[in-house]
């Protein structure tokens, strides 16, 4: 089965995560039997090592990593490939996959151009 | 006339800037005639004072900033609305706006959403 870590970096304001819970919802709202839980590197609970050990326990044995990183910088590329070597090490019996920064997906950068296009918001 | 800057965190690496840059080509691409540049917080070029600067001297008189991040912490509820209060006061003529995080526009959301559940690249 598979399962779906959306890892991002984490803020001291708690708030910062909310768009960050509502992707997590938009996913499982459309697929329901993908596994899905956001991880954070910092500030914010769980770890990657706590989502991945929640989705070994619910049955996933392809575990894919989704950094919700806008580009790739040293967390990305180096950072989470070696906790990831960790968990492969922890789980041999899993398939781990380290997905591309999310913010390098064409359909983001799209979005964003189109976000940037938007009317703004009237001012107070 | 209108001008965008896309306001980002900033890296190291200079990589990770490189789907910020396609952001603002697509940009671009899409709208002509509406200025836009990147500008970021740390690391890399140009500030965000030197970005207001070259899209005042295109003759921009109603600036938006856009955060480029993911979700609002201090850096986009704290330090840019202190930025762009020294740049209304520095540019009074102009129109300043400061609009909320990229990621918490739905379109981002529904397009990391949609990412998350892409079929991963083949591995090596």
Redesign the interface.
């Known amino acids: 089965m598979r399962g779906?870590i959306?890892f991002?970096?984490g803020?001291?304001?708690p708030?910062?995560?909310?768009?960050?819970q509502?992707?997590v919802a938009?996913?499982q709202a459309?697929?329901p039997d993908?596994p899905?839980t956001l991880a954070f590197l910092e500030f914010l609970a769980p770890t990657l090592e706590a989502a991945a050990a929640q989705l070994a326990e619910r049955g996933c044995t392809h575990i894919?990593v989704?950094p919700?990183?806008?580009?790739?910088?040293?967390h990305v590329?180096k950072d989470l490939p070696e906790r990831l070597n960790a968990l492969k090490s922890q789980y041999p019996a899993l398939h781990w996959?380290l997905?591309?920064?999310?913010?390098?997906?064409p359909?983001?950068?799209?979005?964003?151009?189109?976000?940037?296009?938007?009317a703004?918001?009237p001012?107070p």
Not at 15 to 20: K, R, V
Not at 68 to 74: I, K, V
Request: glycine letters at 10%; a neutral charge; charged letters at 20%.
């Open positions: 779906l959306l991002a970096h803020a001291r304001d708030g910062w995560a909310a768009p960050l509502a992707t938009r996913v459309l697929q993908v899905a894919e989704l919700l990183f806008l580009g790739a910088g040293g590329r996959q997905r591309p920064a999310v913010g390098e997906s359909r983001l950068i799209e979005a964003m151009a189109l976000a940037a296009l938007d703004p918001p001012q």
